[in-house]
């Protein structure tokens, strides 16, 4: 009885089933006369039991509490409709949501949602406003200074003009002293000292290394002389005291004197230019006078005798070096920044030159040297090469032939000097890390390499570049600053050996790439890139 029940179930499943899907396929309703009475008991239960259960699952989805209230009905049997499985769920659900009740978690989560969000920090904010309250200078940029932005390379030279000083003689006024104050009467007594008669007879080489141990530095022998970088600096041929002059990026030149109380710390402060000063000598002709040259295209002289800078030449181009080109300190060649020389005439009036030629080549001219004894010939730095010019063969529109060419170099060459009392030999320093030392006894076409000097040349600043220069007692020797630390400033030999290294741990803590030995007395000047001047004498 039971197994035809069973099969009649079956056939009427399957019976259902078939029917649904022709109603399905055929898109028809069908009625209630096409089933007998048993198929349509059978729909209306599975028609109830999906009614039932699509209730439940919304009644689930709305709130949590419904949930709990179907899990305690399902486990009651009031939901005798779900399976096993969606009753396992529930209960699964309600055990979840006992426990996170438990340790307050909904409760933490609504006092968090209350909490209001913290503004954004004003940290950088308060930073500059106590800066401002303390005193402190806040950096800012141009744009917010309303300030004038650097120029662009076509606006150089009008902006280089713009700055320029007015032309004529500007009086000697220290700017670090009250304007109603004159200067030092001490002050041209040593610049009109003649110190022709007081050289020194020239020590061999082992007395001129004793000598240079013999050389110290004390805590006086430094002094803050300029402020930014110093690029030139020179001392005073006078003997009864170190006086020296040096000239920094923005166009200054001051004066200091070793041990004197003039202005600060014995320095005398000038404004002569706009711009770097680039090249500065004293006349050995005229002691009174010292020379600067400036990249805003100005040529002055200090006077101090009139206590005026003379205006001796101007160009509206960029000016880098120059040298005297005569014994009585007259005549000048001046270098040009675009690789011209300009010859230039202290006698005639005004500020203009006498004539300007154009080089072998004409990349940027870095440095001019007129051979001591013969003053017709100067060597010039150019690009990667030296060249030997005699000024008597110049061409105004073409351009000049070379003398002599000094050969050998990969890079850049900034600086060439003839030795400074017979000019029998060029000392030059190049980018390539090598200081160079040639054979111009004897004018030829390609002078000879005589010595080869590994160097570092290069400081931490791509702008700076170091120089080695004669000592002017000697012929054979000459100085260098050494960049690696500990900074110092060593001696060579020209057959390349090192006689001596002036190291100052404590006080020298950058490099001294600006150098210069005096003329006649046992001193040492270096200066770095802060303004500072370091001296070492017997």
């Known amino acids: 009885m039971a197994t035809s029940r069973t099969n009649s179930e079956a056939v009427v499943q399957v019976d259902l089933e078939a029917t649904v899907r022709r109603s399905s396929r055929n898109v028809l309703t069908p009625t209630r006369f096409q089933y007998s009475p048993e198929i349509a008991t059978a729909i209306n239960k599975k028609r109830t039991a999906t009614t039932t259960t699509t209730h439940n699952d919304k009644k689930r989805q709305n709130s949590r509490k419904d949930v709990e209230n179907s899990a305690v009905e399902c486990t009651s049997g009031g939901h005798a409709g779900l399976s096993s499985y969606e009753l396992e769920r529930l209960e699964n659900i309600r055990q979840n949501q006992a426990f996170l009740s438990s340790i307050n978690l909904f409760q933490a989560t609504e006092e968090l949602k209350q909490v209001t969000r913290p503004k954004p920090s004003k940290r950088r904010l308060i930073r500059s406003q106590t800066a401002i309250e303390k005193g402190v200078t806040v950096r800012k940029s141009l744009r917010l200074q309303s300030l004038t932005l650097p120029p662009k390379p076509g606006e150089r030279q009008l902006y280089r003009l713009s700055r320029k000083k007015p032309p004529g003689p500007l009086l000697m006024k220290p700017v670090n002293m009250e304007d109603e104050a004159k200067l030092p009467s001490q002050l041209l007594e040593l ?300 001696v060579f030999h020209e057959s390349g050996k090192l006689l001596h290294s002036f190291v100052d741990r404590d006080n020298v803590t950058s490099e001294l790439y600006v150098t210069a030995l005096h003329p006649t007395r046992n001193a040492l000047l270096g200066g770095n890139g802060s303004g500072q001047l370091h001296v070492f004498s017997d």
């Open 191 to 490: 610049f009109s000292e003649d110190s022709t008669e007081d050289r020194k007879i020239e020590l061999d080489l082992k007395e001129y290394c004793s000598a240079l141990k013999n050389m110290t530095k004390t805590e006086n022998r430094v002094a803050k002389v300029l402020k930014k970088r110093l690029v030139t600096a020179a001392f005073h041929p006078c003997t009864s005291s170190l006086l020296m002059a040096t000239g920094n990026t923005l166009g200054n030149v001051a004066l200091w004197k070793l041990d004197s109380d003039w202005g600060n710390d014995g320095v005398l402060r000038f404004e002569p230019h706009a711009l770097a000063v680039a090249c500065i000598a004293f006349s050995r002709a005229h002691p009174t006078h010292l020379l600067s040259l400036s990249r805003d295209g100005s040529l002055r002289c200090m006077d101090v005798q009139k206590a005026v800078f003379d205006d001796v030449y101007d160009s509206e181009e960029q000016l880098r070096t120059f040298d005297f080109l005569s014994h009585d300190c007259t005549s000048l060649v001046v270098g040009h920044f675009n690789g011209k020389v300009a010859i230039v005439d202290r006698r005639t009036p005004g500020n203009s030159h006498e004539s300007i030629h154009s080089l072998k080549y004409t990349h940027s001219l870095l440095c001019v040297s007129v051979h001591p004894l013969q003053k017709q010939y100067f060597a010039v730095a150019e690009n990667k090469i030296v060249n030997i010019y005699d000024s008597r063969y110049l061409k105004k529109k073409k351009k000049s032939k070379t003398v002599s060419r000094l050969h050998g170099y990969s890079l850049s060459i900034h600086s060439a000097y003839f030795s400074p009392r017979t000019g029998n030999r060029v000392l030059t320093s190049c980018n390539d890390g090598y200081i160079r030392i040639y054979d111009t006894s004897a004018v030829t076409k390609k002078a000879p390499l005589l010595t080869s000097i590994k160097h570092k040349m290069q400081t931490a600043s791509y702008k700076i570049k170091v120089s080695a220069v004669w000592d002017p007692k000697r012929e054979d020797c000459f100085v260098v600053g050494s960049t690696p630390k500990p900074h110092s400033v060593k």
